[in-house]
């Protein structure tokens, strides 16, 4: 099993930023990506942002591409989200997952981190 631990949410302003942290314990695994996932009310999950094992490969979904930098430290099983000019359509709950295989299929998921941005 694997825990994943979210924290760095919280309300701003539109043009804010914000840094998210997830920490990554439990099983130990030779390699994986890590990356974000987020919810608004009403509407499906949706992929964020996901990062390679070694951090060369780099995703992004185009709403956020630009704005928001993914980068993890592997000797600390961490994983960060830098989301800077926030808008208020960014509102939403984001998660940070754990995937063996691809980014696009997570196999772990942590509980969440709640993230506002007023207009």
């Known amino acids: 099993q694997v825990q994943l631990v979210e924290s760095g949410g919280g309300l701003v302003q539109a043009g804010d930023s914000l840094r998210l942290s997830c920490a990554a314990s439990g099983r130990t695994f030779s390699s994986y990506s890590m990356g974000w996932f987020r919810q608004a009310p009403g509407k499906e999950r949706e992929f964020v942002a996901a990062?390679?094992?070694?951090?060369?490969?780099?995703y992004y979904a185009d709403s956020v591409k630009g704005r928001f930098n993914i980068s993890r430290d592997n000797a600390k099983n961490m994983v960060y989200l830098q989301m800077n000019s926030l808008r208020p359509e960014d509102t939403a709950r984001y998660y940070c997952?754990?995937?063996?295989?691809?980014?696009?299929?997570?196999?772990?998921w942590g509980q969440g981190t709640q993230v506002t941005v007023s207009s």
């Open positions: 997952i754990v995937a063996f295989r691809s980014f696009k299929v997570p196999d772990y």
């Open positions: 990062s390679s094992w070694r951090g060369g490969s780099t």
